[in-house]
């Protein structure tokens, strides 16, 4: 054993052999230095507990392919790409929305040249960074002014404490939601310093609960939409525009925290109905918030839209400057809205439209044409077939509605490879590939994986299935 020790390659020769390759120039050579003694200690343990036995083992040409493949993993970043391929279109966990061509180019434009992100080039002066997306905010919401903040929670924070500091926010039980990530409507109005008063009950609130809520301290009655769950059965909401004739008649506010936020109609493309953002404007409520990166298929970002009375305070409230949006977000929202211009142009531009809006033969095609790639990578490895499924929209939008979809299921055969090996395999491929369990088969589903893709998710299975 001693002797096999001996044999080990030292750090320096390992060092010298690895840059005469070229392969790691791109890695600072202390990282490198000390991934190689890494390796070297797990080469020495394998040694002691005799998993490496003779001198032939520790020759360089069998010690190059696993120190490589070591390298490689552990060198490689830790956030990286993944292939969805989950249905979900809006997968928070996954990275949420993809940024339409347009708004990534703009990113790169604000991130390699200077720009007038706070200079205005009429005046030569100091300018607004809110300046570049209000107007095309008022443009597509139809509302008076806007502003926007690092995200839709900052949002929500932002809105109250300007609003109703110290004073009483009315909202219905049914709408305390937690979104997930331990985002809390009660927690945030609590932040915000906000007095909440809960009305009705989970299932059922009428006009009556929020009016006898009302006393000289409430400052607004507050709307969130539900997001991620759905009350059916015995049921009643109080409708925006019903809040709005209460809120007229005592002269409050009625403030909306929308979560998604559709700019877009998606019910020609088979969806329910879901108030969009120009409808809460239109039907009274003062400020709306929502997300940048949910349904509307732009960057993080929290958009506030409302009557100018209600905005200004909140642009000047200090709090603003630590929830502000950084240049490059608010480069990619400014080209996101531009597209929404025309929404026709949007639909096919935006990959999250895109996606929500794939019809079912679209799909069907697309994954016809996934198990032909990936019965040729894979071969006898696996049985591969065309299942009927659901994709969801995600991200809260629509919850528990299902989209139509064909899902493509692997089944790995001949090998005793399980289906939940399989899934857990391909998280630790490059790159990983994130799809689901149903029917006892890994799917995959076209609505969420580019046409592009489809090779990169033939490649990495096979590596998995037929190595
Ligand atoms: C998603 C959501 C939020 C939080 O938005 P982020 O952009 O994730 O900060 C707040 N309220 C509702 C109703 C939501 O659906």
Known sequence: MSELYRLLPSVDLILQRVSESGRYAHLPRPLLKDLVNVHLDQLRAAIRGQKLTTSEELQWSALEGPLHAFLD?????????????????????????????????????????????????????????????????????????????????????????????????????????????????????????????????????????YERAITPETAALLKVHTSNFRIIGFHKEVGLREMVALGEKHGLPVLEDLGSGNLFDFTPYGLDHEPTVQEAVADGAAVVTFSGDKVLGGPQAGIIVGRKEYIDPIKKNPINRALRIDKMTLAALEATLRLYLDPELARREIPTLRMITASAEELRRQASKLVRGLRRALGISANITLLPGASRVGGGAYPERDLPTTLVAVRPQGTDIGVEALRDALLDTDPPLIGRIEHDAFCLDPRTLADAEHALASKVLAKVLAP
Request: a positive charge; proline letters at 3%; hydrophobic letters at 40%.
């Open 73 to 209: 993993r552990a060198s490689r970043p830790h956030f990286r790409r993944v292939i969805n391929a989950t249905g979900v279109v809006v997968h928070t966990n996954l990275g949420r929305s993809l940024l339409a061509r347009p708004a990534v180019e703009a990113v790169t434009e604000a991130c390699v040249h200077y720009s007038n992100l706070e200079f205005s080039l009429d005046t030569g002066q100091r300018g607004s960074r809110y300046a570049h997306v209000e107007e095309l905010l008022c443009k597509l919401t139809g509302a008076e002014a806007g502003l926007v903040v690092n995200n839709n929670a900052a949002a929500v924070l932002l809105m109250l404490d300007t609003l109703a500091k110290g004073k009483e926010v009315v909202v219905s039980r049914g709408q305390l939601v937690e979104i997930g990530g331990s985002f809390r409507i009660p927690d945030v109005m609590a932040k915000s310093g906000a007095v909440l008063r809960e009305v009705g009950a989970t299932n059922r609130t009428h006009p009556y609960d």
